[in-house]
């Protein structure tokens, strides 16, 4: 009965790969959202989508592109992979209200490590 | 440019004793602040909220304070057990643009 889940847990992979992470939300939520922890443990927006739009793009490189193919699902495409993309990723989802403060729950994240 | 801080990177305190973890925002669009509890391995966990129009929130053992005026938020944990001990994150939300800001993070250890 896990909320958000993310696919794979643990990512190694070499400089110049693409790869793709997963995430799925069964909680019927509207909103979801990418977040990096860099090596500072600062956890920082990416992207946020809302039923399937792109809601927000926080500079991110256009290496990166998320896919949402339905409101239950947003994964992160990243092309050409670098040394510093070597984080951990979490997916987060929230039900989208207008006039409502809504939590947002997160995945168990994603440790991208980069050789 | 840190919106939200958490100045202290670590706590100790004894089983039983109040644990008070502070965060301090700079950002004045903010009008939502949650705290997450998070384990090494794990996504961080929804721990409790509190919306700017009030000054605190209570839920079991946690408490969450807010001082508007002085761009300031604490939590409360009474009493404190050692499975508490985990990295609490404090996150700001600007509910028009819905994305969270959070602080660095507080590692508490709560000893037996």
């Known amino acids: 009965d896990t909320a958000v889940s993310q696919t794979p847990k643990y990512l190694v992979t070499q400089m110049g790969n693409d790869k793709s992470i997963k995430c799925e939300q069964n909680?019927?939520?509207?909103?979801m959202y990418w977040y990096k922890q860099d090596s500072k443990k600062f956890l920082k927006i990416m992207f946020s989508?809302?039923?399937?739009?792109?809601?927000i793009n926080e500079t991110v490189p256009n290496r990166f592109s998320p896919k949402s193919p339905d409101k239950a699902h947003l994964n992160l495409h990243i092309n050409s992979l670098e040394l510093g993309d070597s984080a951990v990723y979490f997916c987060?989802?929230?039900?989208?209200?207008?006039?409502?403060?809504?939590?947002?729950?997160f995945g168990p994240g994603t440790r991208l490590l980069v050789l | 440019d840190q919106q939200v801080k958490q100045n202290s990177p670590s706590l100790s305190v004894q089983e039983g004793r109040i644990s008070i973890l502070n965060c301090d925002y700079t950002?004045?669009?903010?009008?939502?602040f949650l705290w997450y509890k998070k384990y090494p391995a794990e996504g961080p966990t929804f721990l409790i909220s509190?919306?700017?129009?009030?000054d605190k929130n209570e839920d079991g053992r946690f408490t969450v304070f807010l001082n508007k005026s002085a761009k300031h938020l604490s939590l409360h944990i009474v009493p404190s057990q050692p499975g508490d001990s985990a990295v609490y994150f404090c996150?700001?939300?600007?509910?028009?643009?819905?994305?969270?800001?959070f602080g660095s993070g507080t590692r508490l250890q709560v000893q037996p």
């Open positions: 950002n004045s669009m903010f009008d939502y």
């Open positions: 987060a989802s929230s039900q989208q209200k207008t006039t409502t403060q809504e939590t947002q729950y």
């Open positions: 909680l019927g939520h509207d909103t």
């Open positions: 996150a700001a939300d600007d509910t028009g643009r819905r994305a969270l800001t």
């Open positions: 509190i919306s700017s129009i009030k």
């Open positions: 989508y809302n039923n399937k739009e792109l809601i």
